[in-house]
């Protein structure tokens, strides 16, 4: 009797759950670094005082109390790592950029006599891509010539690539006669007509991912302002790459000009 009028109370208490708050700890920023290098070759490791700061920026924002807590999500989560690798790309970039190289390029395709392929790896917001487009267009060559796959790690850049709306920064290299063209301007905005945007074809991957090897081969091949980011054994590994996906060791990989060094 004794017993069953214990299990009874034993049944009715409930746990007293008591909340620890994880004390506080933005200062060894270094495992991201790692973490960042290792899953896309960007290298912090002469800039670790402004990735932390980056960092603590990011976490706080979203109730993280540690760099620790926010590596263990990465690895749980896989749309937070995505938001992170968004965070941390670099963006940066317009239309008409090293335009001697968009020249060389279009004086290559004229000469060609067959339908060719062009890899844009990274394209970012779009511009480098869609500037090869219009290039085409303007040299007279015909839409059916060619065609271009654009690739970028950060989907926030990919998804402004796919609106294609750009603001006057962007397209500040671009003559009046051209944007007209190519371009309708609304509310300080220039939307990018659909015929252009109908050019590229836009897939987001790393490329060190066998997905991106997936592709197949190009006939030319952009790859502008990426290998900056990298240490100098992820160039080679990113050189390599790139270069294995040419058709013809003979065509172009254009590099931008401080990619190399
Ligand atoms: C500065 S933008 C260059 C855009 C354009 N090519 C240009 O030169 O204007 C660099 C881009 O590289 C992308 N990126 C960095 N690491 C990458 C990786 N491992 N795979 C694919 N894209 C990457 C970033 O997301 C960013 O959009």
């Not at 299990?7 to 007293?16: A, N, S």
């Not at 074809?201 to 790393?206: E, L, S």
Request: glycine residues 4%; contains cysteine.
């Amino acid at each position: 009797m004794l017993s069953r009028f214990f299990k009874k109370k034993q049944d009715t208490v409930t746990e007293e759950k008591t909340t620890v708050l994880e004390t506080e700890d933005y200062t060894d920023v270094s495992p991201i670094a790692r973490y960042i290098k290792e899953q896309t070759g960007i290298n912090f490791d002469r800039q670790l005082g402004i990735l932390r700061s980056k960092m603590t920026s990011f976490c706080k924002i979203r109730y993280i109390r540690s760099f620790q807590t926010c590596l263990t999500k990465v690895h749980e989560d896989s749309s937070f790592k995505q938001e992170l690798i968004n965070y941390l790309t670099t963006n940066e970039t317009y239309f008409y950029r090293e335009v001697s190289q968009i020249e060389d390029f279009v004086k290559c395709i004229k000469s060609e006599n067959k339908k060719v392929s062009v890899l844009c790896a990274p394209c970012s917001s779009g511009e480098e891509p869609y500037s090869l487009v219009i290039a085409l267009l303007e040299a007279g060559i015909s839409a059916e010539k060619f065609n271009i796959t654009a690739i970028d790690i950060s989907t926030d850049a990919l998804e402004m690539a796919k609106k294609a709306l750009y603001k006057e920064r962007n397209v500040k290299n671009i003559d009046n006669n051209i944007r007209s063209k190519y371009f309708d301007f609304k509310e300080n905005t220039y939307a990018l007509k659909d015929f252009v945007k109908g050019q590229v074809m836009f897939k987001q991957v790393n490329i060190f991912d066998k997905e991106f090897l997936e592709l197949g081969r190009f006939d030319y091949i952009f790859s502008r302002n990426m290998l900056i980011y990298f240490d100098k054994e992820t160039k080679q590994k990113a050189r390599g790459i790139l270069e294995s996906m040419l058709k013809d060791k003979e065509k172009k990989i254009y590099f931008g000009h401080a990619d190399l060094y």
